[in-house]
Nanobody, 122 residues
């Protein structure tokens, strides 16, 4: 069982930056693929970014490519999402998730945090 806790959300103006953090406990962190997802009111949860077990490979949704960076520190059991050049359409509740297999569908992820709200004002 993996327990995930996100932090770092908040209110930021368009063009600004935020860094989300996700602390993991209760499992062997390096055994898990880590993903970030987001969900806006009235919309389905959508993929944002994923990072492989050692952090060698990353993959991003087209909507955030070039603006967001996912990273992980296996020694600290942490995964991060650096978000730059934020836009109002990035406003959502952001979740980190863990799974033993690689993928970008939220349906396949077994473990989820409670989410952290990101609001980008115009």
């Amino acid at each position: 069982q993996v327990h995930l806790v996100e932090s770092g959300g908040g209110l930021v103006q368009a063009g600004g930056s935020l860094r989300l953090s996700c602390a993991a406990s209760g499992g062997t962190f390096s055994s898990y693929i880590m993903g970030w997802f987001r969900q806006a009111p009235g919309k389905e949860r959508e993929f944002v970014a994923v990072i492989t077990w050692t952090g060698v490979r990353t993959y991003y949704a087209d909507s955030v490519k070039g603006r967001f960076t996912i990273s992980r520190d296996n020694a600290k059991n942490m995964v991060y999402l650096q978000m730059n050049s934020l836009k109002p359409e990035d406003t959502a509740n952001y979740y980190c998730a863990a799974d033993r297999s690689y993928g970008i569908s939220p349906m396949q992820y077994d473990y989820w945090g409670q989410g952290t709200q990101v609001t980008v004002s115009a």
